[in-house]
């Protein structure tokens, strides 16, 4: 018996710009001029580039794509805590945006400064999860 790997795509964050309508086909490579309308809110668009600012921490993926947000329990159960791994950079930072995102108090989150994990009390691994979606990781 062989063991095959599996290779997973890899997502990309490419937005499509162009539609086609359902009674238009082109068969030809160029692309469709917009209308006078949506040239005019192109153009407005254009106009007003968005500026982003790059964080100063990024959350990595682990190898199979999925961001390191588990449940962990302590204290036979009675203790339910969030860890979020694989965090890089101003991990401060990042603590404080989860904090006021999720709206927890000082002592449900805290920088575990050797593991460099970011541990929160509960179960909260939906709300991260979306957070960090939220934030384009």
Known sequence: MSLTRLVLPIHTRCLSTT?????????SSEPIPPSSSESDASSETQAQPEKRTPLPYFVGRNNLNNLGVYHKQRRGGNLKLTLLKNGEGDLLALKRDIKESLQLNDGDISVNSITRHIVI????????LNFLHTMGF
């Open 121 to 128: 009390r509960g179960h909260k691994k939906l709300q991260v």
């Open 19 to 27: 539609t086609i309508q359902s009674g238009e086909q082109s068969s």
